[in-house]
């Protein structure tokens, strides 16, 4: 006989276990999964193997600088020809190494150089520690190591302005002027940006080198998108599961945000999850929406983290107010909470002009809605209303030292603040 307690733990687990299954295999929604094909990048695989082949005859390819705004598949495309070429040169038998650096991470030069070095540490029988050395010593290093054989390196920096930005162009300078230093290998750089004005950090001598060869992606549109989807959903859903409109609408939504297909595939994904939770048999539009409202909260939530102290307190004020039933409030109304609120942290308050810059920056990030409207011969005031619930603002701030102390306060009638 099952005690009481055991029949409800049993029923908790059947529920699950008999509703419609919706992912076959959720791992290709995913954005470090690599596709077997890659629609609609037929030419700029075109391009890159083409550039890339005098490898196999030998020869050093050209640099090549590669951009495009975010999601067009750069890095996946990339991927995907030099995996292939790695596969055919040994084919060949011409020794290439493919070096993949992602220099949101790898931001520094003696970081670039000291993961070239690593890269080889089973072969050469060196590894540098990755702080600490002199880096014209990681650089001797590199030298050597790249000059054990005769070979060809290909270093793929992707998000390379997040590099440049951080450390400067030397880094660039030296990689691609090596090969004059070096005897036996052969080193060619693919740099990959998001950023299509970093150009302009670059040195004239630097850029004229790293784009030898360029190539652009193009922003997907609505049919292009569908057509990645279509191909993805196939594998990631069970059959049957996926609204006919699904597809389409999370496609034509991702191309009203740039052709973006990372976009497009979180919504897929996310439609998909949201579904599941609610045990629907079938993901269809309705959760398509909800996906979208849940993408943007998150971004949100992202750039929340981010922002300066005071347009956090100031983000605060305007939560304190709807949790009081006092939106939309005006700058005024605004700011005497945020100077409460300042008083209560032992900090400075900034003054009423710079708040309603903040104020404005708020607006324009989405996190707010501050619309200005006309009171007739009283003027013109701004309403100020909230675009994200106060309890994930709440849940941020509970991570962060300083504001911690701003969730235990709370609002009376009449304005007055409660510590509570
Ligand atoms: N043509 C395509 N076919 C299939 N999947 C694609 C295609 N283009 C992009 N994707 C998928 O979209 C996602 C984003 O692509 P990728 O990371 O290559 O973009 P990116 O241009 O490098 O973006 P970012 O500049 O933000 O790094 C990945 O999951 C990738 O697999």
Redesign the pocket.
């Known amino acids: 006989m099952l005690q009481e307690g055991q029949t409800n733990l049993r029923s908790l687990f059947e529920k699950y276990l008999h509703t419609q299954r919706i992912f076959k295999n959720k791992d290709v929604?995913?954005?470090?999964?690599?596709?077997r094909?890659?629609?609609?990048?037929r030419e700029q695989i075109e391009t890159l193997v083409h550039i890339l082949v005098p490898v196999l005859r030998g020869e050093t390819p050209s640099n090549i600088f590669v951009y495009?705004?975010?999601?067009?598949?750069?890095?996946?495309?990339?991927?995907y020809v030099t995996e292939d070429l790695m596969r055919i040169s040994q084919k060949y038998d011409v020794p290439v190494d493919v070096i993949y650096l992602n220099c949101e991470i790898v931001d520094t030069q003696y970081r670039v150089l000291a993961n070239i070095v690593n890269h080889f540490k089973e072969e050469s029988g060196i590894e540098v520690p990755l702080v600490g050395w002199p880096t014209d010593e990681v650089y001797a290093k590199l030298k050597k190591v790249l000059d054990m054989k005769e070979r060809f390196v290909i270093i793929v920096l992707?998000?390379i302005d997040k590099l440049v930005k951080k450390s400067g162009d030397d880094i660039l300078y030296s990689l691609t002027r090596i090969n004059t230093e070096l005897k036996k290998a052969k080193v060619s750089i693919i740099g990959?940006?998001?950023d299509l004005r970093f150009k302009e950090y670059l040195d004239p001598r630097v850029l004229s080198s790293l784009s030898e060869e360029e190539v652009v992606?193009p922003p997907?549109d609505a049919n292009?998108l569908r057509?990645?989807l279509m191909?993805?959903a196939q594998e990631a859903f069970y059959e049957g599961v996926l609204d006919e409109a699904v597809v389409p609408l999370c496609a034509a939504l991702a191309a009203r945000e740039h052709g973006?297909?990372?976009r497009?595939?979180d919504l897929l994904r996310v439609s998909g999850e949201i579904a599941e939770r609610e045990m629907a048999p079938k993901v269809t539009e309705k959760h398509v929406w909800k996906a979208q409202e849940k993408i943007e909260q998150d971004t949100m939530e992202e750039v929340i983290k981010t922002l300066p102290l005071h347009s956090k307190i100031l983000l605060y004020a305007i939560v304190l107010l709807d949790e009081n039933g006092e939106l939309p409030a005006n700058t005024g109304d605004v700011y005497s909470v945020y100077k409460d609120l300042c008083d209560y942290l032992d900090l400075e308050p900034l003054t009423q002009r710079r708040i309603s810059d903040l104020i404005n920056e708020l607006d324009m990030l989405g996190i707010i809605n501050a619309k200005v409207v006309s009171k007739g011969r009283y003027g013109r005031t701004k309403e100020i209303r909230l675009n994200i619930t106060p309890y994930k603002v709440k849940n941020i701030y509970r991570f962060e030292e300083t504001l911690r102390p701003l969730i235990s306060v709370s609002m009376l009638k009449q304005r007055r603040l409660f510590y509570g």
């Open positions: 929604l995913r954005h470090s999964y690599t596709p094909e890659l629609p609609h990048r495009g705004k975010t999601g067009t598949g750069k890095t996946v495309t990339v991927r992707d998000e990959i940006s998001n992606f997907y292009q057509d990645i191909q993805r973006d297909a990372r497009a595939l």
